[in-house]
């Protein structure tokens, strides 16, 4: 069994109790070193490596300003690294080679080396030597420093409140569940009236709304009609292009958002309710698919890179958080009776599903939820029957 490690990434904002001077001194240390290594840079006219940097500002970081070695290492780092980005810029012709400027704001600051926590306290290095601050936030931040985080170099911040806050970077690895462990799944199912669906095996369901969008995309909609409208004199020159063009870009990011939202919303469901898989419908066949399920008039609406894209977030959020994901056979998930497995049309009928068989009533928009996970389940019972030799990653895209 292959079991793969993924890395949970937080930042920690820890506001500190500051009754000296020390950390305005340090910042602005900090920022008088990182103004002139980056005059040194600017002036050389190509980034250089930290190291380099380190040689040639080395003396007046450390003699002249009195920063640590740790310290002036961390502003060579960060000058080179801020001139490189530059330069990526610059070879995409978005900006030209300049002078870079820093703000004594921020300071960044490496683990063990010149920061660290003892209970409720920060040390960290200033001009002066280590000093130590109490955490004003403790009781949010005691949870990120029992040891079970692993912290990446923070910075030093001084926000516009006038206080200063400590920005603990830190990553966990979280050993991915296995799926022949499952005891919990949910199907989630993407849908017309609703962006998405959930059930769990233990029948808790959620909604993911789609009205917002809906309205979003008839104003949108609108705009293109108005625009078409406005006849083939205007159609097809340049602006009519460039404005259809924003319009899409427009559109796409708004989708994009908004995935970004269903796709944490719905992490944060399925770990409320201690999910380890989560079923989803392959969806590559799903222009084929949509079109029976959807009519004409919505049919553009739904275009199925926005779906896969719903589920490419899906997948990584999943990851992070330790659940697997499982992809299923789409086939008659809509029609399909929950309760007695029969397949029909009539099962539905606008809103309500109820089966004509068996009777079996509820909201159609959950019932492919329902069956997602059902199939999702099942497939957890075949993996099982073969040994449980499949690990999460290498299912997906396997079918029920
Ligand atoms: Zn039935």
């Excluded at 490496?110 to 130590?132: A, H, P, Y």
């Excluded at 625009?227 to 404005?243: F, P």
């Excluded at 929950?338 to 539905?348: G, L, M, Y």
């Amino acid at each position: 069994m292959n079991i793969r490690n993924h890395a949970a990434h937080k930042t920690i904002i820890l506001k500190l109790d500051s009754l000296d001077n020390d950390l305005a001194e340090l910042l602005r240390a900090f920022s008088q070193g990182m103004n002139h290594t980056s005059q040194i840079v600017f002036g050389i006219v190509k980034p250089i490596g930290s190291g380099q940097i380190q040689k040639l500002a080395y003396r007046y970081l450390r003699d002249k300003l009195n920063l640590k070695s740790q310290m002036s290492c961390n502003v060579a780092r960060q000058v080179s690294g801020a001139y490189k980005t530059l330069q990526e810029q610059v070879n995409i012709e978005e900006t030209e080679w300049q002078l870079l400027e820093f703000s004594p704001t921020s300071a960044t600051f490496s683990f063990e080396r010149d920061f660290g926590f003892s209970k409720d306290t920060l040390s960290i290095t200033t001009l002066t030597g280590r000093k130590k601050y109490k955490l004003l936030n403790y009781a949010y931040a005691q949870r990120y420093l029992d040891g079970s985080w692993r912290y990446l170099a923070s910075k030093l911040c001084l926000h516009r409140d006038g206080s200063y806050y400590f920005h603990l970077a830190c990553e966990k690895y979280i050993p991915d569940k296995k799926v022949t462990d499952a005891s919990t799944f949910v199907g989630v199912d993407v849908g017309i009236n609703c962006l998405a669906v959930a059930s769990t095996t233990d029948k808790k369901c959620k909604f993911f709304a789609g009205g917002e969008i809906k309205n979003h995309r008839n104003v949108r909609k609108n705009e293109r009609r108005r625009l078409q409208k406005a006849g083939s004199r205007y159609l097809g020159t340049r602006s009519s292009m460039r404005l259809l063009r924003n319009l899409a870009g427009r559109e796409t990011r708004f989708m994009t958002a908004v995935n970004h939202t269903i796709s944490k919303r719905l992490i944060e469901f399925a770990t409320e309710n201690d999910v380890s898989v989560i079923g989803m419908e392959d969806l590559t066949g799903i222009r084929k698919r949509m079109e029976s399920k959807v009519s004409q008039e919505f049919r553009y609406e739904h275009s199925s890179w926005a779906f896969r894209q719903l589920q490419g977030f899906v997948e990584y959020k999943a990851k992070e958080a330790g659940i697997a994901i499982l992809y299923v056979n789409p086939e008659y998930t809509s029609q399909t009776c929950p309760r007695c497995n029969h397949i029909s049309r009539n099962n539905r009928s606008g809103l309500s599903f109820r089966c004509e068989k068996c009777g079996y009533e509820t909201h159609a928009d959950r019932v492919g939820a329902m069956n997602i996970e059902h199939r999702t389940r099942d497939l957890r019972y075949i993996f099982e029957s073969q040994g449980g030799n499949v690990s999460p990653p290498d299912a997906t895209r396997l079918f029920a």
